[in-house]
């Protein structure tokens, strides 16, 4: 049974960090490229970044996350992170976890390209 569990959300103030972290089950994350993806209220979801099955190949990042977000993995805890600092309000939404049935990332990360998810983790950035 495949699962992956995201959490390390909550609420900060703009300037602030999160680490976001994805347990993952059921499979070994091995083979797997790994992505984060958010999802504001009215706005179709996002990929924010991705990294490789190795984690020593291609990654990618959204422009407006380039320099403050650094995504990682650890393929013998199953873990995959996303360390968020200097977040703004617009990086308000929900974050997912996501499995991509190859072993690098693309030029960028779109939905279509990964086959399995997490329920997601809240960030809210306020104040």
């Known amino acids: 049974q495949l699962q992956l569990v995201e959490s390390g959300g909550g609420l900060v103030q703009p300037g602030g960090s999160l680490r976001l972290s994805c347990a993952a089950s059921g499979f070994t994350l091995d083979y797997f490229a790994m992505g984060w993806f958010r999802q504001a209220p009215g706005k179709e979801r996002e990929g924010v970044s991705c990294?490789?099955?190795?984690?020593?190949?291609?990654?990618y990042y959204l422009d407006s996350v380039k320099g403050r977000f650094t995504i990682s993995r650890d393929n013998a805890k199953k873990m995959v992170y996303l360390q968020m600092n200097s977040l703004k309000p617009e990086d308000t939404a929900v974050y997912y976890c996501?499995?991509?049935?190859?072993?690098?990332?693309?030029?960028?990360?779109?939905?279509?390209?990964?086959?399995?998810w997490g329920q997601g983790t809240q960030v809210t950035v306020s104040s």
């Open positions: 990294i490789s099955s190795s984690g020593d190949g291609s990654t």
């Open positions: 996501a499995a991509r049935g190859f072993d690098y990332c693309s030029a960028d990360a779109r939905v279509s390209y990964f086959g399995a």
